[in-house]
Structures are given as structure tokens and as C-alpha cells.
T-cell receptor, first 119, second 116 residues
Framework: GAVVSQHPSRVICKSGTSVKIECRSLDFQATTMFWYRQFPKQSLMLMATSNEGSKATYEQGVEKDKFLINHASLTLSTLTVTSAHPEDSSFYIC???????????????FGNGTRLTVT | KNQVEQSPQSLIILEGKNCTLQCNYTVSPFSNLRWYKQDTGRGPVSLTIMTFSENTKSNGRYTATLDADTKQSSLHITASQLSDSASYICVVSANFWAGGYNKLIFGAGTRLAVHP
């Protein structure tokens, strides 16, 4: 089955530093990747959608200069949280799709998430 | 407004019992409805995907139903096991073909706890 690997699984950083999270599709080409954040006991909130080779589309309220997304290849997307602050502490999850449209034939495959703690 | 509402918010059942989780949606234009299982601290795992023409779909002890007319879906878990303890998320996909993109609307999830 399709596997999405997310790294690291946990990261603790100091306030003001930047953190990079990687999302890789291991056995398929991911035309589209999605980034979510999830607060405790809440559902996933879509942050941005990235298509390989083009700029990411950010959801309303998500700062594009703070959450930098790069999707340079069909198997790798990165999310960089710049100048992290304690309020950025959350669970970040990526998902990947084989097509630009998440249709019936292209289910989403999720990574296992990254727990970010900013001290 | 596109919304997905799940009930109950949380549920506790005894091992071996059955349970049913509900999902109501107001999403248009509807493309498909998905149920995911999310273990604590992990990413969601797909259970079922249904289009508007499908009324029911099973995956082992999980059976999802869809009524596209009333815009309701349910996830039935049979003979629950301790490992079924997780959050179950209903996700509805809306396809905006004119704009060439797809949007997923997530429910808040139902937290299920199976006790021995």
C-alpha cells in the first residue's frame, strides 16, 4: 500500500528558532501534498495545499511567511516553521495524493505526524 | 456553508459490543465521503471511501453507510476490540470542477474508548 513517511516524529525547539518537517511518499508519486495542524482533542485543520513545482495555496488565516512549504519533487514536501513560538506547538500532519484532485480513485495517505513543542 | 458534524463527540463501550457513529454533512458539490481512524499521536488511516451512488461499504468489522439524499453517513463497528479505541473522523470531499480543485471538509471526530 501507499506509504507516507513524516520526519521527525517529535521535535522540541527553543522560541525563535526554525524547524523543518519532511513529508515523503515512499512508493508513489505525490502530485499534491497537504499540510494540517491538529490541536488536542480537535480534528485536523488544513493549513496549505502544495502541488509539485508550484507555490503552495494557503488557507485563510495561515501565515505563508511563517509556514514555508516547499514541494520540489514528486516525493518530497517540507514545512518549515520559522521563528517558532510556544503557540506554534501542535501536531503537524501531512498527507499525499497521486492526483491534483483528491478523487475517489486517489485516496489520501497520511503521515504519522510531527509533535512540535516550542519552549 | 460546507460543514461536517459528527456525533457523539465521545463514546465508551465494552469490548465485544457494537456501536454506530454518525456523520451529517452540508457539503456541495458532493464528491465522496471518507471515514478515517486516528490512533492517538498518529496520522489518520483510511477505513472507507464512498461516492454518492454507494449506500454501504465494509472493511472488516467496519461498515459505513451513506444516504446522499439526507446527507447522512454512519460507521458501524461490530464486535469491538480494545484496539478500536481511537478517534474516527468523517471527511467529505467537494469537487469544484470549474475551479479545478478539490476541498476536503473534516468533521471534529468521535473519540471511541473500548473498555475490557
Amino acid at each position: 500500500g501507499a506509504v507516507v513517511s513524516q520526519h521527525p516524529s517529535r521535535v522540541i525547539c527553543k522560541s525563535g528558532t526554525s524547524v523543518k518537517i519532511e513529508c515523503r511518499s515512499l512508493d508513489f508519486q505525490a502530485t499534491t501534498m497537504f499540510w494540517y495542524r491538529q490541536f488536542p482533542k480537535q480534528s485536523l485543520m488544513l493549513m496549505a495545499t502544495s502541488n509539485e513545482g508550484s507555490k503552495a495555496t494557503y488557507e485563510q488565516g495561515v501565515e505563508k511567511d511563517k509556514f514555508l512549504i516547499n514541494h520540489a519533487s514528486l516525493t518530497l514536501s517540507t514545512l518549515t516553521v520559522t521563528s517558532a513560538h510556544p503557540e506554534d506547538s501542535s501536531f503537524y500532519i501531512c498527507s499525499a495524493s497521486k492526483s491534483r484532485l483528491s478523487s475517489y480513485n486517489s485516496p489520501l495517505h497520511f503521515g504519522n505526524g510531527t509533535r512540535l513543542t516550542v519552549t | 456553508k460546507n460543514q461536517v458534524e459528527q456525533s457523539p463527540q465521545s463514546l465508551i463501550i465494552l469490548e465485544g459490543k457494537n456501536c454506530t457513529l454518525q456523520c451529517n454533512y452540508t457539503v456541495s458539490p458532493f464528491s465522496n465521503l471518507r471515514w478515517y481512524k486516528q490512533d492517538t499521536g498518529r496520522g489518520p488511516v483510511s477505513l472507507t471511501i464512498m461516492t454518492f451512488s454507494e449506500n454501504t461499504k465494509s472493511n472488516g468489522r467496519y461498515t459505513a453507510t451513506l444516504d446522499a439524499d439526507t446527507k447522512q453517513s454512519s460507521l458501524h463497528i461490530t464486535a469491538s476490540q480494545l484496539s478500536d479505541s481511537a478517534s474516527y473522523i468523517c471527511v467529505v470531499s467537494a469537487n469544484f470542477w470549474a475551479g479545478g480543485y478539490n476541498k476536503l471538509i473534516f468533521g471534529a471526530g468521535t473519540r471511541l474508548a473500548v473498555h475490557p
